[in-house]
Antibody
Framework: QVQLQESGPGLVKPSETLSLTCTVS?????????WGWIRQPPGKGLEWIGS???????SYNPSLKSRVTISVDTSKNQFSLKLTSVTAADTAVYYC??????WGQGTLVTVSS | EIVLTQSPGTLSLSPGERATLSCRAS???????LAWYQQKPGQAPRLLIY???SRATGIPDRFSGSGSGTDFTLTISRLEPEDFAVYYC?????????FGQGTKVEIK
């Protein structure tokens, strides 16, 4: 059974960096699929942030590309999201996923001073 | 960027009725990369359909997907009480991957 679990701070100050980690169990990230992040502002729809191919290549949403980095730690079977220079508009539930079939439960990140 | 427009925004139906949800793309989508999700309050989206018409593991056969090119449809043949939720389409064949804005299926 594939499981994904997001972890990281629930509160980030404006202009700082949001950092989240997704821990994967039941499947090796390097074995296949694309992995990545999606977010959902409160009461709104879903936005794709970016993806990590099992080969290591990445692709990002152009609307966030200048601020986003997705990286992988194969030794821990984890991948991570960094989003720099956050504002209140980055407040959302952040999901990690194995595209397209398995998602984490999501973690709310609030940007506020 | 491919824009996905879902209609209607809200669908008010009774249990046992048929639900037909539409997802229209601003340009052609490779059917292999069109998915439908169900989301309930406080939960992560759940994959229902991938490749436009293939049901995900464990999804009841009352859910079916169809379509090609720019027009896709999710049909729920007979609504069960647990089917009242928000449904999203997504294309993942062209970067950036995009989602529709969602259709809420509510109890009439």
């Amino acid at each position: 059974q594939v499981q994904l679990q997001e972890s990281g701070p629930g509160l980030v100050k404006p202009s700082e960096t949001l950092s989240l980690t997704c821990t994967v169990s039941g499947y090796s990230i390097t074995s296949g699929y694309q992995w990545g992040w999606i977010r959902q502002p409160p009461g709104k729809g879903l936005e794709w942030i970016g993806s990590l191919h099992h080969s290591g290549s990445t692709s990002y949403n152009p609307s966030l590309k200048s601020r986003v980095t997705i990286s992988v730690d194969t030794s821990k079977n984890q991948f991570s999201l960094k989003l720099t220079s956050v504002t209140a508009a980055d407040t959302a539930v952040y999901y990690c996923a194995r595209f397209v079939d398995y998602w984490g439960q999501g973690t709310l990140v609030t940007v506020s001073s | 960027e491919i824009v996905l427009t879902q209609s209607p925004g809200t669908l008010s139906l009774s249990p046992g009725e048929r639900a037909t949800l539409s997802c229209r793309a601003s340009q052609s989508v490779n059917s292999r990369y069109l998915a439908w999700y169900q989301q309930k309050p406080g939960q992560a989206p759940r994959l229902l359909i991938y490749g436009a018409s293939s049901r995900a593991t464990g999804i009841p056969d009352r859910f079916s997907g169809s379509g090609s090119g720019t027009d896709f449809t999710l049909t729920i043949s007979r609504l069960e009480p647990e089917d009242f939720a928000v449904y999203y389409c997504q294309q993942y064949g062209s970067s950036p991957w995009t989602f529709g804005q969602g259709t809420k299926v509510e109890i009439k």
